[in-house]
Every structure is written in C-alpha cells, then in structure tokens.
C-alpha cells in the first residue's frame, strides 16, 4: 500500500492547485482510511478532471441532438450580413415566446442581464427594496444590487423556495417587486405570491433560470409575473456553448424598455443615464438553443423518470429526503436534489467511488461577505439555515444511462448500510 501513497503523493505535488486532489489532502488530514480504489479515483480525477459519472456531460447532452444542431449551424455559418443574423436570432426569440405562450422574447446576454434590465425598465433603483430568497444562485441577488436596490430576503419552505406566507411580514413602503426563483426546476406557489403582489401593486418578476419547462398547474413558470426571465449557461436544460439569456413578457411597454436597454444601438439620454452595457445574445448560441427547444419535452420526461428512479430508491431510506413537490407543480429537474443525514461524508464517498455529487448552495447568500452590509445574522432563516447544511445534488442529466442511474442508487445504499 505504501508504493501507491508515494505514487499519488507524487501526483498530487504536480497538481496541488487541482480541486480533487486538495480533496483527498482533507481527506489525509482528516486520518480517513484510503483504499487503493479511492485513490486510482483520486489519480484520475486529480490529473484529468474526468469522472466515472460526471454531474454534467454538456458533450453526451449535445451528442444528442448533434444533426438538428449541425443543421443549424450549417444555416448560420452562410449569413452574410448583421442583419441575417439578427433575423436567425429572431427566429430562436418567436419559437421560444412560441413555446411560452407570449407576446415578447427578447435574447440577453446572460440570465443575470435578464433580471437587472427587467427590474431596471421597472424604474427599480436606489432606495428601492425586492423581496427574494437567501437560498439562490448569488446572480439573483447581485441583480437586484447592480440596478441599486437592496436584496431583501425571506425563508424558503420544505421545497427549497421562498416561503409565501413569510413574503408579507417583510414588505415596507420601499418594496417594488418580488422576485421569486423557481429553483432547481421546482415551481414557486406563484399562485400565493401573485395574490399577494397583485394586494400591495408589487411587480414579479420570476427568476426561472433554472426552470425551462416547469409548470404550476398546467401553467409555465415565467408566464405567471410581469416578466420571467431565463439563462442559457450550458448547465441549463436548454443550454448554449456559453452565458446566455431570456426576458419573456406580454407587457409591450415593458419589452420596449428592455430592448432599448439591451441594443447597443440606443443611445438616448434615458439610456445613457442608466449606466448600462450592450447585452444581446450572440446569435452562435442559438444553433444550439433552438434544436434543444424543439426537444425539451423529451428532455424533461426523461429527467423526470431518472428523479423517479432516485425517488423509488430512497424513499424508504431514513437518512435521505426526496425533494419535496408541491401539489400540480411539475418539476423539470434542472437538478435532482435531496436531504441527506452526514452529507459531506455521502458526498466524499461518491467522490472516491467516482461520482460527481455538488452542492447547490454551500453558503446562503445573507451569510456571504458580499452581502454583509445588508446586515443579516447567521439564524435569521432557520429554514434556509438547516437545509443547506444538507442538500446534495446527484447527476440527472438526461444523457445518462439507466446503468449509470443504477450505480449511483447502488453505491448511495452501501454508504448507509442498506442491501
């Protein structure tokens, strides 16, 4: 056993700045037992960055749908002008409002880009307050700050959302908008927050970033509020080869602001004033975004029978809680996330048996440095609090393979003990 500590000590000097081999120094540290499979999983992963099942496969995901998007891209590649390919682009933003049932979609640069011009053509700035959830990817946040307002945080409930019955206690006479994130693809109770909104003439905008798809009641998320708003990053159900973005709206007031926001051709003083950089989406994008489109029920239906497959499994085993879904909500299972007893140590396990788990989010944002000056203590969200020191997401990309489903279920019932 000795010769393969030196082996990979010596490897691990080589790649000492590498994610995965900091890892197993912790582990090292920590004086766990290493086996000799854990550490060829640790040699593998630390020199190559591969995984036995990776969380994502964007190639296998792409793989998928490679002729539509050749297809595409063979349409693309013969424009011979910027006005052919802003009317390609058109295409994508009509299919996708298509799609949504609405009047508006209009391509931005980013999902984060989608949410700060849509509460920016909402007048939202200094002074101003949006209520949200801690439990987010920091972009949802960081948009609300970037137009100069002031994040203002609410507990999520046992579905990992913004709870709506603690949204009223928290809104002030400088309260504009709600903006509730659909995350990881489960449905916010869009219905109680639209009551609420609609009882104190508050905008929404729904952060559906994550949530191609997903539906309350037979009714697509992002249709619900003033504005939904969507990212096209390569993770997302629906991704491009980069940062991408989509406002969706039937307010044609509201399109208008935006698209005089996002179009570098702009240039009025209400324009200049707002401080604001060209953000379009690059037309590259959309050989990809459209075929992926065209596909997404499928996509879905096959990420919902792998979240069967997790749920069937786990359901009877105590130390683990399957997502919680609210009644008529149809998740779309951007990611498959669940509760788990002693997370860091199931997490470490799937590392050394080559399974890529993540966690979504390891920080709450009220308890990051970035956002210290909104003055939030550490149990002000108990909920939030509890949660994210036991969540882990498991790979649920729809290019994986049954076996691949079936190994994960497997090695997670040999950690705790479960034949």
Known sequence: MRKYEIVFKSLAKVVKNCWQARKLLQLENSRESISLQAMRSYIKQACGNTWDIPYDNYCAENALYLKGIQEEMSTLLVLESAIDCEEYLRKFELAFAKYYGVLYALGVSSGTAALALTLGAFDIGEGDEVITTPHTYIATALAIVDVGARPVFVDIGEDFNIDPLKIEEKISSRTKAILPVHLYGNPCRMDQIMEIAQKYNLAVVEDACQAHGASLDGKKVGTFGNAGCFSFHPSKIIGGMGDGGMVITSDKKLAQRIIKQKEPIHHDTEVLKSRRT??????????????????????????????????????????????????????????????????????????????????????????????????????????????????????????????????????????????
């Open 278 to 419: 060209p953000a379009c989406l690059d037309p590259i994008h959309v050989p990809f975004l459209i075929t992926k489109l065209q596909h997404i029920r499928e996509i879905i239906e096959r990420r919902k029978k792998i979240a069967a497959m997790y749920n069937n499994s786990f359901i009877s085993i105590p130390q683990l809680r399957i997502p919680n879904i609210e009644t008529g909500c149809e998740h779309s299972y951007r990611n498959y996330t669940l509760r788990a007893e002693d997370r860091s140590g199931l997490r470490r396990y799937l590392f050394t048996r080559g399974i890529q788990a993540k966690v979504f989010y390891e920080i709450p944002l009220y308890l990051r440095k970035e956002f210290e000056f909104l003055g939030y203590r550490q149990a002000d969200f108990p909920l939030c609090e509890q949660t994210y020191k036991e969540i882990i997401s498991l790979p649920i990309s729809h290019a994986l393979k049954n076996e691949q489903v079936e190994i994960i279920i497997r090695e997670i019932k040999n950690y705790y003990g479960i034949k």
